[in-house]
């Protein structure tokens, strides 16, 4: 049976820029939940652990990856958390119980572990300030242990207890999902806009470099979503640089069509968001603008039927195993769709977080005491953190469209391109939506002269649902495609039904 295909172009120039990729949207999060930490990061006794319990098999992975940022320690759990628990003598330490996750908190692992972990794997850390049942005070505190040099109390505490340079934490989350009615010390937006206001107002009084993220809403399925972030920001304005957004992706339906057309929502979430932040800016008579930081961002669902049931029937355990989706082919198509759209507003989104890293909704999965897989989300993600650095361009697109359930018009084709002028590379990330039919696309360079395709890579496959395991690792990869040839200005490549593309191109100097 011969295959469908049908037309699509796409026309780059090197003069049209959104804007230089800020590499922080290459993010993750590590929050205290599941298998993240315990049994994710932190394993002693694992073979491949090292003297501080880290487990080598899972820094080598995310050093591929290539994390730029990992925020940390939550999530929910950051909402009720006491961050004196997780510093100091081990053997000191309390057991907590951790009301978001009903599970119970060992505090082995805290700040100080959590700064040197970032090292090893070549990251930063952005650090969460509890604004649930903490507030002010708290914040400071921590501050002042994480990023003052000595010679006052906390920071004495913190050479006390053997580490001797302050960590420098230069972003800070100004609490977590503070919108939602399942946060502990959830609050309405004048509760919040006053308290993030003042906490943030604070700590700029301790160092007026930081940069802080003011909390927006948990999904544009909020109820107070988008009068949440004006009324916040109308509080925050002076002290943020970031608002924070948050959504998740699912196909609770199985209807795979309506699946991979759901990121048109993260689309017209950043775009209102945005207009939101010149809103603001414009009634504050401001200078500065307020960027988003999308901190928490995946496909998520597999599990949270039966996540549920054990928090309620069995709690108070450590390090259950808690969001361990195991991901397809068909979310890793999402979450490559996902990254597209971040690259298209490069201009406005300037961190983002995989949530999560490691075992939880991640992109990395560990067995306790055994292997470690890479999951189908982990390649596109990798694809664009390693080749999408450099200036996003703007893309002129056409594709024929398709209706879903919720979405009409909606494009088989997405594409993003980034330029990176020291190294003379440019990369097409493309996303064929289309589950029966290829496409055949024209591209056109403009400004380009020279530049020639030398890596082509696809993943695709003929199961959807196909999934990757410690046993199996290799049922869903990337595969080199035949390269394109270019042609005054112009090549032609086939983009297979339900496929994630990367076309590498570089100038060749002769
Ligand atoms: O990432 C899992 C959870 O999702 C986080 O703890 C929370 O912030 C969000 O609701």
């Known amino acids: 049976m011969s295959k469908k295909i049908e037309n699509a172009s796409l026309v780059l120039d090197v003069d049209s820029k959104i804007s230089k990729v800020d590499e922080r949207i290459y993010g993750s999060f590590i929050e205290h939940l599941g298998r993240a930490v315990y049994g994710g990061l932190y394993e002693p006794g694992h073979p491949t ?25 939550g999530g929910n759990f950051v909402s009720g958390y006491r961050w004196e628990d997780g510093v100091g003598p081990v053997e000191q330490r309390r057991k907590r119980l951790d009301l978001a996750w009903r ?23 952005m650090m969460a300030v509890n604004l649930g049942t903490r507030g002010i005070q708290e914040a400071l505190d921590l501050l002042e242990y994480c990023n003052h040099p000595g010679g006052s109390y906390l920071s004495d505490l913190r050479i006390s207890h053997g580490v001797k ?20 010390g959830h609050k309405t937006a004048q509760e919040y806009g006053r308290l993030a206001a003042e906490t943030g107002k604070a700590m700029k009084m301790f160092d ?10 948990s999904s544009p399925g909020m109820p107070t979503f988008p009068a949440w972030e004006r009324e916040t920001l109308e509080h925050t304005y002076d002290v943020a640089d970031y608002i ?96 597209i759209t971040f690259l298209q507003h490069a201009d406005r989104v300037k961190m983002a977080c995989l949530a999560q890293l490691v075992n939880v909704i991640a992109p990395i999965f560990t067995e306790t005491g055994g292997g470690i897989c890479r999951q189908t989300i982990y390649y596109p993600y990798l694809h664009a953190s390693v080749y999408g650095r450099g200036i996003s361009l703007h893309t002129i697109e056409e594709s024929p469209k398709y209706d879903s359930k919720d979405f009409t018009d909606v494009p088989y ?5 980034v330029w990176n002028e020291e190294k003379e590379e440019l990369t097409i990330f493309a996303l064929n939506r289309s589950l029966d039919t290829a496409l055949n696309l024209s591209c056109t360079l403009k400004g380009f002269e020279g530049y020639k395709p030398f890596e082509s890579i696809t ?40 496929s994630w593309n990367v076309i590498r191109l570089k100038k060749e100097n002769r």
């Open 244 to 339: 924070s957004l948050h959504q998740y992706f699912n196909n609770n339906d199985d209807d795979t069509p309506n699946f991979l057309a759901s990121t048109l929502k993260l689309n017209q979430f950043i775009e209102t968001v945005s207009s939101v932040c010149n809103y603001v800016k414009a009634k504050k008579r401001g200078k500065k603008d307020i960027y988003i930081s999308f901190d928490e961002w995946n496909v998520w669902f597999h599990s949270t039927k039966s996540d549920n049931e054990k928090m309620a029937n069995e709690p108070w355990s450590i390090a259950p195993p808690l969001l361990e989706d195991i991901y397809t082919l068909e979310d890793a198509l999402v979450v490559g769709s996902i990254l």
């Open 165 to 184: 340079e302050p960590h420098n934490i230069k972003v800070w989350c100004l609490g977590n999902e503070m919108d939602g009615p399942w946060q502990i």
């Open 208 to 217: 007026p470099t930081l940069e802080l993220v003011s909390c927006g809403s």
């Open 49 to 73: 652990a090292d003297e501080e319990g880290f487990r080598g098999d899972v820094i080598e992975l995310v050093k591929e990856l290539r994390v730029s940022i990992v925020r940390y320690p």
């Open 459 to 498: 993943l695709a496959g003929p199961d959807l649902k196909a999934v990757n395991t410690v046993r199996e690792p290799d049922n869903v990869k990337p595969v080199s495609t035949a390269l394109p040839a270019v042609d005054n200005g112009m090549f032609s490549a086939i983009l297979e039904p339900a």
């Open 103 to 125: 599970t119970l908190e060992p505090n082995i692992f805290g700040t100080n572990e959590f700064v040197s972990w970032c090292k090893k794997a070549n990251t930063r850390p």
């Open 413 to 417: 084709m997405q594409t993003a391109a």
